[in-house]
T-cell receptor
C-alpha cells in the first residue's frame, strides 16, 4: 500500500516569505507527527496529532510555526516569515492507533535564502 | 538537553563482520526504544524496537540490547552487508507518561566496506 507522502520534495524560498508543507499519512493511521532534521543533527519533534484530540505543539520552535490536520488525514505545516535557521528537512510520520512504530515520508528539504 | 545520545557520528566495518551501534539516554521515563535506518534523500525506516521490560530483541541479522541500569542500548548487525551502509538513529518514547512523540539521537553513519 501507499506510504507517507510529502510535498514538495524541495522548496527554496526567500527570507521573510511564508511556506506550506504538506503531508499525506498512511490511510487509516490516526496519529501524525512532524519532525525536522537540521544539517548534522538528529530529528527534532515539532508537533503531534492524535485523532480528534488537541495536538501536542510542545516542539514548535516559535509562533511562526503552525500546523493543522484536516479531516483526520492530510496535514499542512506552515512557517510564516521564514528565517535562514528554518532551513532543514521537514519529515512527517504517521502511526496506527496506539502503535509505537512511526512510518516516515521522504521529507521536504526547505532552503531559506 | 540531549536526552538521547549517539556519541559516535560514524562507524566503518568490514563486510561480514559485526557492526555495533551504541545509544545512551538520560530520561528514566523512557519505556520503548526504536532503531531507524536512513538512506540519503529518504525518510527514516523502522528497523527494530524493544520494550523496557525486555533486555534483548532479535530480528534476523539485527539484535537490540537494552541495559536499563546503564541507560544504554545497542544495535548489533551480523553479518554486516554493503546494503547496511546508512545513517542509524536510535529513538525513545515515554509512553507511560502519555507521550507518543519520539526523541531521537543525532545518528551514526555506518559504512560497510567490501
Amino acid at each position: 500500500g501507499a506510504g507517507v507522502s510529502q510535498s514538495p520534495s524541495n522548496k527554496v524560498t526567500e527570507k521573510g516569505k511564508d511556506v506550506e508543507l504538506r503531508c499525506d499519512p498512511i490511510s487509516g493511521h490516526t496519529a501524525l507527527y512532524w519532525y525536522r532534521q537540521s544539517l548534522g543533527q538528529g530529528l527534532e519533534f515539532l508537533i503531534y496529532f492524535q485523532g480528534n484530540s488537541a495536538p501536542d505543539k510542545s516542539g514548535l520552535p516559535s509562533d511562526r510555526f503552525s500546523a493543522e490536520r484536516t479531516g483526520g488525514s492530510v496535514s499542512t505545516l506552515t512557517i510564516q516569515r521564514t528565517q535562514q535557521e528554518d532551513s532543514a528537512v521537514y519529515l512527517c510520520a504517521s502511526s496506527a492507533d496506539r502503535a509505537y512504530e512511526q512510518y516516515f515520508g521522504p521529507g521536504t528539504r526547505l532552503t531559506v535564502t | 538537553d540531549q536526552q538521547v545520545k549517539q556519541n559516535s557520528p560514524s562507524l566503518s566495518v568490514q563486510e561480514g563482520r559485526i557492526s555495533i551501534l551504541n545509544c545512551d539516554y538520560t530520561n528514566s521515563m523512557f519505556d520503548y526504544f526504536l532503531w531507524y535506518k536512513k538512506y540519503p534523500a529518504e525518510g527514516p525506516t523502522f528497523l527494530i524496537s524493544i520494550s523496557s521490560i525486555k533486555d534483548k530483541n532479535e530480528d534476523g541479522r539485527f539484535t537490540v540490547f537494552l541495559n536499563k541500569s546503564a541507560k544504554h542500548l545497542s544495535l548489533h548487525i551480523v553479518p554486516s552487508q554493503p546494503g547496511d551502509s546508512a545513517v542509524y538513529f536510535c529513538a525513545a518514547s515515554a509512553r507511560n507518561q502519555g507521550a507518543q512523540k519520539l526523541v531521537f539521537g543525532q545518528g551514526t553513519r555506518l559504512t560497510i566496506n567490501p
